[in-house]
């Protein structure tokens, strides 16, 4: 049985990035590269470690800001903190976030020799115009080229995408999706755009520059990048971002696509589509499922069996979280997202 993973996250900040996204609020503070020291870092792992079964997989995950970007020197003392709980075996593995522009041989061969184990490139768009209006532009060959080291050094790639971006359409945000699966990650996060505060993407909206991306069209664009990437055997680690209580309570988020269960939105959606079209064609609905995807047939507060209409659903055990039954046939989860990318070319 393949044990369970945890990150164990320790956000980073890089107050030397010389980029300006247009929707990053990193603060930059000057005479400070990062904002985590050694003590800090051994002090979260020690937490985590109190409180994580002890027979999972856990991977230090170090997020927040472009850790390739900070000095080598900076790295390697991060690295080697831990270091110590890799060789005693109480975690597993290292896992970084950074930009496709900030990966050389230079940074490669030091994180694959503290036994990085996964990269997540932030290509957040493969459209060069839409990275220009966002202020992170670097030529699309940039990101194939980072990809293609860290693949050749053995590492798992992971690529975050955000659609909604300035400029970006339903178009282009789906090519991006189509040159991830062209590229093979082992995974990937999908964050549809927010307006955060104090961000120079919160000046452009106030000034009408940039409108804001609705939920709605979040879900419409997310639905279709997340079934390409699933279909193509991605595994997304997230959809939309982690419902913190800033964010619940409007502290960060100015305006935009969030949701605390966002990636529950998405599904209902796929699900309900589904359904209705074979329920528009044979007149009737009989629906068998595991019970854990009950929720994504029935929708959040049972949106999608208002929509549907008078139905039949039972709770089916036999069934795998892959399959469904509906008028007595049998679906796979593959089915239902062919269905969904029906029409997209």
């Known amino acids: 049985m393949e ?27 000057n005479g400070r590269e990062t904002d985590v020291t050694l003590e800090d870092l051994r002090k979260i792992i020690e937490e985590y470690l109190e409180i994580l079964p002890e027979n999972s997989y856990k991977e230090v995950a170090f997020f927040g800001g472009t850790f390739t970007g900070i000095s080598m020197e900076k790295q390697k003392e991060y690295l080697e903190g831990v270091k110590e709980y890799l060789d005693k075996g109480l975690v597993q593995g290292i896992r970084l976030s950074t930009r496709p522009d900030y990966i050389s041989e230079e940074v490669m061969e030091q994180l694959k020799k503290y036994n990085v ?70 995974n990937a996060r999908v964050y549809p755009t927010l307006i955060i505060k104090d961000t120079e993407m919160e000046r452009m909206y106030y000034r009408g520059e940039y409108d804001v991306f609705s939920l709605e069209e979040a879900i419409k664009r997310c639905r279709k990048i997340c079934s390409l990437l699933e279909i193509n055997g ?21 305006e935009g696509a969030f949701h605390p269960a966002f990636r529950e939105l998405v599904d209902g959606e796929i699900y309900f589509d589904f359904l209705k079209k074979i329920k528009d064609q044979d007149g009737m609905l009989n629906v ?48 239902i997202l062919k269905e969904e990318l029906s029409g997209c070319r």
């Open 288 to 335: 068998k499922a595991n019970e854990k995807n009950i929720s994504k047939i029935v929708g959040i507060k049972k949106k999608n069996s208002k929509r549907l209409g008078k139905f039949q659903l039972d709770i089916d055990s036999s069934l795998d979280t892959s399959e469904i039954v509906v008028n007595e046939k049998k679906y796979s989860r593959k089915d």
């Open 117 to 186: 184990t996964t990269i997540e490139l932030g290509v957040q768009s493969f459209d060069e115009e839409v990275l220009k209006k966002s202020a992170r532009y670097y030529p699309v060959e940039t990101v194939y080229k980072a990809c293609e080291m860290i693949k050749s050094y053995g590492i798992d790639l992971g690529i975050q995408l955000m659609p909604g971006l300035p400029g970006s359409t339903f178009e282009t945000d789906m090519e991006s999706a189509r040159k991830t699966v062209e590229i093979g990650p082992q």
């Open 3 to 29: 044990k369970k993973h945890y990150n164990i996250p320790v956000f980073i900040s890089h107050f030397g990035c010389p980029n300006a996204c247009v929707f990053c609020n990193q603060k930059k503070i």
């Open 234 to 254: 991605i595994n997304i680690i997230r959809v939309g971002l982690q419902p913190s209580d800033d964010l619940r309570n409007g502290g960060v988020a100015v």
